[in-house]
T-cell receptor
Framework: DAGVIQSPRHEVTEMGQEVTLRCKPI?????LFWYRQTMMRGLELLIY????????DSGMPEDRFSAKMPNASFSTLKIQPSEPRDSAVYFC??????????FGDGTRLSIL | AQKITQTQPGMFVQEKEAVTLDCTYD???????LFWYKQPSSGEMIFLIY??????QNATEGRYSLNFQKARKSANLVISASQLGDSAMYFC???????????????FGKGTKLSVKP
């Protein structure tokens, strides 16, 4: 079975540029989560969806961050404009109902 | 106050020995779930084991077992017969909310770095 697929695996860009991270959840899963991992703050939830509807976006740092889930098999996390402090590993995870979340391999984002 | 506390930033264990990674949690919700994830140096997050707050028995998955002590609010991970490939960061996480209902998000601890010595 295919797991959660994230792209790109690595992204290096200059500050001010728009960054789009992509995620394909496991087929049939009804929950999708975006997490960010940094050395200082550890793993923190940014936003999660249930049946494509955003449920809790209280973890989104500021208006520069936005996330969408246009259908059950695709989600994006966008940062515009990007800043060096956004550098982190961004994980997407999905789950079926209350089952454990399965994570993608992450996107390592570096903003110069 | 931290919801998930992992007091061991780093641990060493000899290959083939057992090791216990500590995790304590704080919640007033009677329904919650506890999870352990492994993050090797390659960076992916791998689900290991789950314990529900109403589960009567401790969870086990192969060489992993969860020592769940509800009154003490602890959910320690026990790895038996350690292998070199077990060297990684280990994260304890909690989900609050209706058991089997609303998903809620995971709250993670800071992690414990386990190093297995040959």
């Amino acid at each position: 079975d295919a797991g959660v697929i994230q792209s790109p695996r690595h992204e290096v860009t200059e500050m001010g540029q728009e960054v789009t991270l992509r995620c394909k959840p496991i087929s049939g899963h009804d929950y999708l989560f975006w997490y960010r991992q940094t050395m200082m703050r550890g793993l923190e939830l940014l936003i999660y969806f249930n049946n494509n509807v955003p449920i809790d976006d209280s973890g989104m740092p500021e208006d520069r961050f936005s996330a969408k889930m246009p259908n059950a098999s695709f989600s994006t996390l966008k940062i515009q404009p990007s800043e060096p402090r956004d550098s982190a590993v961004y994980f997407c995870a999905s789950s079926l109902h209350s089952q454990p979340q399965h994570f993608g391999d992450g996107t390592r984002l570096s903003i110069l | 106050a931290q919801k998930i506390t992992q007091t061991q930033p780093g641990m060493f264990v000899q290959e083939k020995e057992a090791v216990t990674l500590d995790c304590t949690y704080d919640t007033s919700d009677p329904s919650y779930g506890l999870f352990w994830y492994k993050q090797p140096s390659s960076g992916e997050m791998i689900f290991l084991i789950y314990q529900g707050s109403y589960d009567q028995q401790n969870a086990t998955e192969g060489r992993y077992s969860l020592n769940f002590q509800k009154a003490r609010k602890s959910a320690n991970l026990v790895i038996s017969a350690s292998q070199l490939g077990d060297s990684a960061m280990y994260f304890c996480a909690m989900r609050e909310g209706n058991y089997g209902g609303s998903q809620g998000n995971l709250i993670f601890g800071k992690g414990t770095k386990l190093s297995v010595k040959p």
